[in-house]
Protein backbone atom coordinates (compact mmCIF):
# COMPACT_ATOMS: atom_id res chain seq x y z
CA UNK A 1 0.00 0.00 0.00
CA UNK A 2 1.14 4.03 -0.20
CA UNK A 3 1.61 6.13 2.59
CA UNK A 4 -0.24 9.71 1.56
CA UNK A 5 0.07 12.68 2.81
CA UNK A 6 -2.13 15.76 1.71
CA UNK A 7 -1.64 19.22 2.59
CA UNK A 8 -2.45 22.98 1.21
CA UNK A 9 -5.58 23.18 2.93
CA UNK A 10 -6.19 26.69 5.25
CA UNK A 11 -9.26 29.39 5.62
CA UNK A 12 -10.11 31.15 1.98
CA UNK A 13 -13.28 33.60 1.84
CA UNK A 14 -16.32 32.63 -0.47
CA UNK A 15 -14.98 32.69 -4.14
CA UNK A 16 -11.59 32.27 -3.08
CA UNK A 17 -9.16 29.20 -4.01
CA UNK A 18 -6.86 26.60 -2.57
CA UNK A 19 -4.54 23.93 -4.19
CA UNK A 20 -4.53 20.69 -2.39
CA UNK A 21 -1.41 18.04 -2.89
CA UNK A 22 -0.92 14.65 -1.73
CA UNK A 23 2.14 13.05 -1.82
CA UNK A 24 2.57 9.14 -2.07
CA UNK A 25 5.36 7.03 -0.83
CA UNK A 26 5.78 3.37 -0.33
CA UNK A 27 4.37 2.21 -3.38
CA UNK A 28 3.73 2.15 -7.41
CA UNK A 29 2.00 5.35 -7.80
CA UNK A 30 1.70 5.07 -11.23
CA UNK A 31 -0.19 2.26 -11.04
CA UNK A 32 -2.65 3.34 -8.82
CA UNK A 33 -6.54 5.75 -9.50
CA UNK A 34 -6.49 8.53 -7.23
CA UNK A 35 -9.09 9.93 -5.80
CA UNK A 36 -10.09 12.74 -3.40
CA UNK A 37 -12.91 12.15 -0.82
CA UNK A 38 -14.39 15.10 1.52
CA UNK A 39 -16.44 15.26 5.43
CA UNK A 40 -18.09 17.99 6.54
CA UNK A 41 -18.94 17.57 10.24
CA UNK A 42 -22.04 15.35 10.29
CA UNK A 43 -21.99 14.14 7.41
CA UNK A 44 -20.70 11.04 6.03
CA UNK A 45 -17.38 10.66 3.70
CA UNK A 46 -18.65 11.88 -0.23
CA UNK A 47 -16.31 11.30 -3.51
CA UNK A 48 -15.23 14.98 -5.26
CA UNK A 49 -12.80 13.85 -7.91
CA UNK A 50 -10.43 10.89 -9.18
CA UNK A 51 -8.15 10.40 -11.81
CA UNK A 52 -6.63 7.60 -13.23
CA UNK A 53 -2.95 6.17 -13.20
CA UNK A 54 -1.59 7.85 -16.41
CA UNK A 55 -3.89 10.68 -15.59
CA UNK A 56 -5.87 10.01 -18.96
CA UNK A 57 -9.11 9.88 -17.37
CA UNK A 58 -10.85 11.50 -14.57
CA UNK A 59 -14.58 11.55 -12.53
CA UNK A 60 -15.75 14.22 -10.73
CA UNK A 61 -18.90 14.66 -8.36
CA UNK A 62 -21.50 16.70 -9.78
CA UNK A 63 -21.61 19.11 -6.88
CA UNK A 64 -17.56 20.42 -7.99
CA UNK A 65 -17.54 19.95 -11.46
CA UNK A 66 -16.72 22.99 -13.25
CA UNK A 67 -15.25 24.31 -9.97
CA UNK A 68 -12.21 21.37 -9.38
CA UNK A 69 -9.52 20.09 -10.96
CA UNK A 70 -7.89 16.93 -10.08
CA UNK A 71 -4.11 16.02 -11.52
CA UNK A 72 -1.21 14.03 -11.35
CA UNK A 73 2.45 14.13 -11.49
CA UNK A 74 3.67 11.38 -11.32
CA UNK A 75 7.44 12.07 -11.41
CA UNK A 76 6.67 13.56 -8.56
CA UNK A 77 4.61 11.13 -6.86
CA UNK A 78 1.89 13.64 -6.43
CA UNK A 79 -1.79 14.14 -6.88
CA UNK A 80 -3.67 17.48 -6.68
CA UNK A 81 -6.95 19.08 -6.34
CA UNK A 82 -7.36 22.40 -7.50
CA UNK A 83 -10.10 23.92 -5.90
CA UNK A 84 -11.97 27.00 -7.06
CA UNK A 85 -14.87 29.47 -6.69
CA UNK A 86 -15.09 27.92 -2.89
CA UNK A 87 -18.44 28.10 -1.21
CA UNK A 88 -19.05 27.63 2.36
CA UNK A 89 -20.85 24.25 1.63
CA UNK A 90 -17.24 23.12 0.55
CA UNK A 91 -16.40 23.25 4.10
CA UNK A 92 -14.37 19.62 4.95
CA UNK A 93 -11.83 17.46 5.50
CA UNK A 94 -10.07 16.70 2.53
CA UNK A 95 -8.84 12.98 2.49
CA UNK A 96 -6.74 12.06 -0.74
CA UNK A 97 -6.93 8.10 -1.58
CA UNK A 98 -5.27 5.78 -3.83
CA UNK A 99 -7.12 2.34 -5.47
CA UNK A 100 -4.74 -0.23 -6.94
CA UNK A 101 -6.09 -0.72 -10.30
CA UNK A 102 -4.83 1.75 -13.53
CA UNK A 103 -8.40 3.16 -13.37
CA UNK A 104 -11.72 2.74 -11.90
CA UNK A 105 -14.35 4.85 -12.61
CA UNK A 106 -15.81 4.20 -8.76
CA UNK A 107 -16.80 6.55 -6.56
CA UNK A 108 -17.10 4.60 -3.76
CA UNK A 109 -14.93 5.04 -0.23
CA UNK A 110 -14.09 1.40 0.40
CA UNK A 111 -12.99 0.79 -3.23
CA UNK A 112 -10.02 2.98 -2.20
CA UNK A 113 -7.58 0.66 0.05
CA UNK A 114 -4.75 3.55 1.16
CA UNK A 115 -6.18 6.75 3.02
CA UNK A 116 -4.45 9.89 3.99
CA UNK A 117 -4.75 11.51 7.45
CA UNK A 118 -6.69 14.69 5.45
CA UNK A 119 -6.54 18.67 5.25
CA UNK A 120 -9.11 20.95 6.43
CA UNK A 121 -10.67 23.25 4.24
CA UNK A 122 -12.12 25.75 5.33
CA UNK A 123 -14.56 28.55 3.45
CA UNK A 124 -16.11 31.59 5.15
CA UNK A 125 -19.08 33.74 3.66
Known amino acids: QVQLVESGGGLVQAGGSLRLSCAASGGTFSRHTMGWFRQAPGKEREFVASISSGGGATRYAESVKGRFTISRDNAKNTVYLQTNSLQPEDTAVYYC??????????????????WGQGTQVTVSS
Open 97 to 114: AAASMRWTSTNRAPDFNS
